[in-house]
């Protein structure tokens, strides 16, 4: 399993909505409420064998209420 991380954009007043409906989807294993640019930040791991941007398309994407992510892919450094 990858981890990455992804903030999410909500439109305004939905940021609640958004987040129902990522837990309800059981994507992620962590989703937290974060201040500046984005509302969301989620932690999410993708299996080996998928591709990431397909995975998060899939299955995260197209969430209604969201309008923009930003993802960041995480490498073994150490």
């Avoid at 439109?11 to 909505?17: D, F, K, L, S």
């Amino acid at each position: 399993m990858r981890p990455v991380f992804v903030q999410i954009r909500c439109i305004p007043g939905r940021t609640y909505e958004v987040a129902d409906a990522i837990y309800d989807r059981e994507i992620v294993s962590e989703l937290y409420s974060t201040s500046g640019d984005y509302d969301l930040l989620a932690k999410v791991y993708v299996p080996e064998d998928k591709d990431i941007g397909h995975y998060l398309s899939e299955n995260l994407f197209d969430i209604d209420g969201i309008s923009r992510t930003l993802t960041t892919m995480t490498f073994k450094a150490f």
